[in-house]
């Protein structure tokens, strides 16, 4: 009866729409990295990065929307490292993203320790407020969890719809799935495969970016150390889980928040503060790895997935 | 069909010359194309043909030389350059991708990236008009994944016609296809021909190249060694112009049949993706022969490839070695039971291209003595066998302990050879075996089976060269879409015949005739 | 542009681009320090100052390079194999979990006996951790990296749970920390009044150990086979997923062996911060060393250097020192590609 309650309240799903949104940002980024064929671990420490970014940039006088492109550029910036490397250098896509991600988290570190040397706690800026759509967030349930949240989130959800678009109904988007799936194909129609890659990840990791910057500017109002804890690499698992298009992986970003919006609300009751908190937090991570064995047998990989192209190789 | 003195010149290809480091790939190669002509370029592998077409297509960029289509000249290392003026190539590994249907393939490129939209409705119309026009039926709005290959290769070339390519550049086309389909694709060729299109024909089968062109170019050692009409030679004639000397085949005398070896007993496999698993096959090879296996690549023959060389089991059915079940199945059994397995493709699954000679030479063997022992290798003892397989089949390399990939195919091809020929095996399983090798190392790589089959070896040679099958089998079966024809004796059959088994017609005879 | 390989490369070609990439990290570390408002010489100075500068300072450097050579030599046995542990952070903590369990009491064994029965289970503790990852690869495909990076975080929850439940110590005031180990489970000291503990003589023989099971044992030959080329390896007869557990095995029990030698040998007992990212920074050894087991001793000592010196330049003059971490993922980078260049040319055709 409890869990039926907690599941038909209206301040539930909106605390999952609000889990989910930066796990859409960033696995649409990841998304259409790989789609392109390219595998970016540098997803964690490119959303630490926008995290810092955007928050850095608002504190310092910019206006919030300011700051989200602050973030996105900052991700972007790192996104063409990480492609310089592996899309004409063809190195291992490994190896490089976890070097993107030891770079830009130890980089914002470094940054954050220089421009507050001083504070214990950080400081707060004043973060995106939730606004309401007139009359479509008077909606039983869904009117409070889709239509009431912050401008960013309901970014997030325009966003799913514009991939989804230019992927499947542009030229555009016909020639990056192209590449991801046979880049000689891409390349014999006189197209660059080494652009159409090194687009895709720069601008995936802009994505990325702004996933974090959600995190110190919608979901807190502050930057931590930590914050983003995992998220990037839960967000590699959506995009399997998701089979690779945009909307599926929405709505497994949106069940998972689900999820782990139940499991905090659980550890409030009677019956989850038996249990060690420890427990809960393993959930998100244990949840990952199980959506990862469900699609397993069936996923429809991009086949060049993580196959380096060298224009013609002989 | 073209009169080379009047027409028009469409392409002209002027004094191209490439080099890749020492190699000279085109050494001042020159060619022109007439409207309306059928122009052969024939040359071994490595001759340097791929390589010209590549420079044509901006892929690379020539060190000298110019390239005119229509009368411009094409500026260098463009890759657009040559699309844009009318030129389409039709490539020998397909340049497709298999997760888009064919109208999205079709489509992929011919419009600026940036347009908010795709037009498939326009685009289904024009493509359905082409494919009535050049008779290339295929359904526009299927998957590739889910096409044969014969269906990929339409739409390659529907491809190039959706561009107005007024220039078809067909890169050993034939290879992949049926003996009736090889027609059907120059029927569609005469159609394109008839219609002012000209055409550039790539081919190292000869009696294709008798068959549809109007003039024959040959490229030897990357230079332009003869030109010659069509009616002023034969197909001996242009073997000898093509590898520089008269052509010596080895001369196969019959075998002598000896006791069955391996039998599999009406064996099914499952399907992998979209290549078809064995159905119901039976076949005995015996010692002595040759048993040369014809069909179309992607008909099974991978499927009874890794079924003998141990690397599936019978999903049904039974495989017997000397008229026993065998037991536990898998390579190594495989290796244990005397079969020589030469794989179909030496540089992913044959050899380790990092790997040194000596590593490559025990891969089979290294697991026990003399190579090992209690899990400790002896790499004395194993340079010792590669320095042996070096000298006996005249591996060309500096020495055991150079990595493999600098080799070139025939001597690689000459390792795996060595590798598994030393043991004096009961049983030779040769998939592809001179698949992309000069005709020396083709003639070395015939010769050693020859001789195994001549100690008693029973030989079961795959490959999808008609001409390399009834060269070399005392029997012949032909497969498709898994199935297996009755055995002919050699000599019984014209290519003509065993064509429409390979196209997949009298097998359901056979089995009501059998049932 | 297109990448070409070089059939005879030069000596020039062999070592420059490695020496640009170091040239170009310390280059840019010293942007960054003025960035910080220090001078660059000052900072570079104090950092190899920091790292071996005195007696202290070369201790210092070598007791952080211990734990740094097993996970190094961790992700050099995984990668050979292209089996992508990143999960040595987890193992590493699975290894210092069971020297805390069987070494604060529990086994009254005198040192000689109980040592090397705790090391061995805490290798066994790493290789079964490394097993669910491994396990799920085979089976059904499941990528390990993402996999064994999740498993860090579960592992990483699952020690705070035991340390703030039954392993915490009562006399511990509330801190989630460990009992002591008992002086029996204690690594001793190479040389008595040298800080230098019994782990860094383990880690030495463990990577000699490690070179001679990859050049000269049958497992070592496979494991190279399999990472080079699987279906060859497969064609060939080499029991791919056999290799792939096997070399789970041995990588996750080698990480686990860094928390053993931490617990034993340094610490005394288990908190929830024993290892400050020593399983992540195994990558970067095991990368600068190119995967050879023995320059994983060179590329650990030089890491470690860098750390140590770092935190000392920091204290010294303020400069952050996660100056250390961004010149390590520098180097890590620039590195893979001068690797690259060393044996590619990028040409324009």
């Not at chain 1, 799903?13 to 609000?18: E, G, N, S, V």
């Not at chain 2, 052969?40 to 043909?49: I, Q, R, S, V």
């Not at chain 2, 021909?193 to 550039?200: C, E, K, P, T, W």
């Not at chain 3, 030698?261 to 020593?278: H, M, Q, R």
Request: contains cysteine.
């Amino acid at each position: 009866m409890d869990l039926f309650d907690i599941l038909l309240s209206a301040s539930f799903w909106t605390a999952a729409i609000r889990i989910a949104s930066p796990l859409i940002f960033a696995t649409l980024g990841e998304l259409i990295c790989e789609r392109a064929g390219v595998l970016n671990l540098g997803i964690e420490g490119i959303m630490v990065a926008g995290a810092f970014a955007g928050w850095m940039a608002v504190y310092s006088g910019m206006g919030l929307w300011g700051g989200v492109a602050v973030a996105m550029l900052a991700g972007m910036m790192f996104g063409l490292i990480h492609s310089t490397l592996t899309v004409p250098f063809g190195l291992s896509q490994h190896v490089v993203g976890l070097g993107i991600t030891l770079l830009a988290t130890s980089l914002t570190y470094y940054a954050y320790r220089l421009a507050l040397p001083e504070v214990t706690s950080p400081p707060k800026i004043t973060a995106f407020k939730p606004y309401e759509i007139p009359v479509l967030s008077d909606l039983p349930l869904i009117g409070q969890a889709l239509f009431s949240q912050t401008p960013l989130t309901y970014l997030a959800f325009v966003l799913v719809g514009l991939v989804s678009v230019v992927l499947y109904r542009t030229p555009l988007g016909l020639a990056l799935r192209a590449a991801g799936e046979n880049p000689s194909a891409v390349a014999a129609q006189g197209l660059s495969v080494t652009g159409l890659r090194m687009g895709a990840v720069i601008f995936g990791s802009g994505f990325m970016a702004v996933g974090g910057a959600f995190l110190t500017m919608s979901a807190f109002d502050s930057f931590f150390f930590e914050m983003v804890n995992g998220r990037g690499w839960i967000c590699i698992a959506l995009v399997v889980f998701g089979a690779w298009k945009p909307g599926k992986a929405l709505l497994g970003a949106i069940l998972f928040a689900a999820f782990d919006a139940l499991q905090i609300r659980i550890q409030q009751t009677p019956l989850g503060a038996n249990i060690p908190y420890q427990v809960f937090l393993m959930m998100p991570y244990l949840l990952s790895i199980l959506a990862l064995i469900a699609m397993s047998r069936r996923a429809e990989v991009p086949a060049a997935l993580m196959v380096p192209f060298n224009k013609g190789e002989r | 069909m073209g009169n080379s003195g009047e027409a028009q010149v469409v392409l002209r290809l002027n004094a191209i010359t490439k080099t890749f480091g020492a190699l000279t790939a085109n050494d001042a190669v020159s060619l022109s194309l007439h409207k309306g002509e059928v122009i052969a370029l024939l040359g071994e592998n490595g001759a340097g043909k791929t390589t010209l077409m590549n420079i044509l297509f901006g892929q690379y960029t020539a060190d000298s030389g110019t390239v005119e289509v229509f009368g411009r000249e094409l500026p260098p290392g463009n890759p657009r350059a040559a699309l844009d003026a009318g030129v389409g190539m039709v490539h020998q590994h397909f340049t497709l991708a298999d997760n888009m249907t064919v109208l999205e393939n079709v489509i992929l490129g011919t419009q600026s990236l940036w347009k908010p939209g795709l037009n498939r409705a326009v685009a289904r119309d024009k493509i359905n008009e082409l494919a009535a026009d050049f008779r290339l039926s295929v359904d526009p709005d299927a998957r590739v994944g889910a096409l044969t290959v014969g269906e990929r290769q339409r739409v390659e070339i529907l491809k190039a016609l959706y561009r107005d390519a007024r220039i078809l550049i067909l890169d050993e086309p034939t290879a992949v296809l049926t003996p009736q389909e090889t027609d059907d694709l120059f029927e569609t060729l005469r159609k394109a021909v008839a219609l002012g299109l000209s055409v550039v024909f790539i081919s190292h089968k000869l009696h294709e190249v008798m068959a549809i062109s109007d003039r024959v170019l040959i490229l030897r050692h990357g230079k332009m060694v003869a030109e010659r009409n069509i009616l002023d030679v034969d197909k001996h004639s242009l073997a000898a112009l093509m590898v520089g000397a008269e052509v010596s085949a080895p001369k196969v005398e019959p075998g002598t049949p000896g006791s069955p070896l391996l039998s599999l007993r009406n064996v099914t496999t499952p399907d992998q993706g979209n290549a078809p698993g064995l159905k119901s096959l039976s076949l005995t090879l015996r010692a002595g022969t040759i048993t040369g296996l014809a069909g179309v690549s992607g008909n099974g023959q991978a499927a009874l490839a890794d079924l003998i060389g141990g690397l599936t089991r019978p999903a049904n059915g039974t495989l017997e070695l000397d008229s026993a079940d065998v037991g536990h199945w898998s390579p190594r059994e495989a290796v244990h039971s005397g079969i020589a397995r030469i794989p179909e493709d030496r540089h992913k699954t044959g050899t380790i291209a990092d790997f040194n000679l000596t590593e490559n030479a025990i891969l089979e063997t290294y697991h026990q003595p003399p190579m090992s022992r209690r899990g400790w290798m002896n790499w004395g003892e194993a340079q010792r066998a590669t320095q042996h397989i070096i000298d006996t089949y005249d591996v060309r390399c500096p020495g055991p302990g150079t990595r493999i990939r600098l080799l070139s195919g025939g001597n690689m091809q000459k390792l795996i050879l060595g590798r598994v020929l030393e043991a004096e095996p009961r049983i030779v399983l040769a998939n592809q075996p001179v698949r992309g090798l000069d005709i020396g190392a083709v003639n070395y790589v015939h010769s050693e089976l020859l001789s195994a089959r001549k100690r008693g070896a029973a030989v079961l040679l795959i490959s999808e060269d008609l001409d390399e099958i009834m060269a070399l089998s005392d029997v012949i079966y032909v497969i498709s879409e898994g199935r297996l024809s009755p055995g002919f004796a050699r000599d019984s059959m014209t290519p003509a015949e065993l064509g429409v088994w390979m196209a997949g017609h009298g097998f359901e005879a056979e089995q009501a005739h059998a049932s | 542009m297109r990448l070409e390989p070089i059939a005879n490369p030069t000596l020039a070609r062999t070592t420059l681009p490695p020496a640009i990439a170091i040239v170009a990290t310390v280059f840019i570390a010293s942007i960054l320090a003025m960035v910080a408002g220090a001078n660059p010489f000052a900072v570079l100075g104090l950092i190899i100052k920091g790292a071996a500068g005195s007696k202290f300072a070369l201790l210092e450097t070598l007791n952080r390079a211990t734990p740094l050579i097993f996970t190094g030599l961790s992700v050099a046995v995984a990668f050979r194999a292209k089996l992508w542990n990143i999960g040595a952070e987890a193992q590493l903590y699975a290894g210092a979990l069971i020297t805390v369990v069987l070494g604060t009491g529990m086994l009254p064994w005198a040192s000689p006996a109980l040592l090397p029965v705790i090391a061995l289970c805490a290798m066994l503790a790493g290789a079964v951790v490394l097993m669910a990852p491994a396990l799920l690869k085979v089976r059904f495909g499941v990528d390990e990296v993402v996999t064994t990076l999740l498993f860090n975080f579960i592992f990483l929850l699952f020690i705070s749970l035991l340390l703030e439940g039954p392993l915490k110590d009562p006399m511990g005031m509330g801190w989630p920390k460990s009992q002591r180990l008992i002086a029996e489970a204690r690594l001793p000291r190479i040389i008595d009044g040298l800080r230098l503990h019994w782990g860094f003589a383990l880690a030495l023989i463990a990577a000699v150990a490690v070179w001679v099971i990859q050049q000269r044992t049958t497992l070592g030959y496979e494991m190279r086979a399999v990472g080079l080329n699987k279906e060859a390896a497969d064609f060939a007869g080499i029991p791919v997923n056999r290799v792939l557990i096997k070399t789970a095995l041995l990588s996750g029990g080698l990480a686990a062996l860094a928390g053993f030698s931490e617990v034993a040998g340094l610490k005394g007992n288990l908190t929830l911060d024993l290892s400050p990212g020593f399983g992540y920074t195994g990558i970067i050894v095991a990368m600068l060393a190119l995967l050879n087991p023995l320059a994983v001793i060179a590329s650990a000592l030089f890491i470690a250097g860098i750390f140590v010196g770092a935190d000392s330049m920091s204290r010294a003059i303020g400069v952050p020192t996660y100056l250390a971490d961004i010149m390590l993922a520098t180097a890590l980078l620039l590195m893979v590609l001068a690797i690259l260049l060393t044996r590619f040319r990028l040409v324009r055709e």
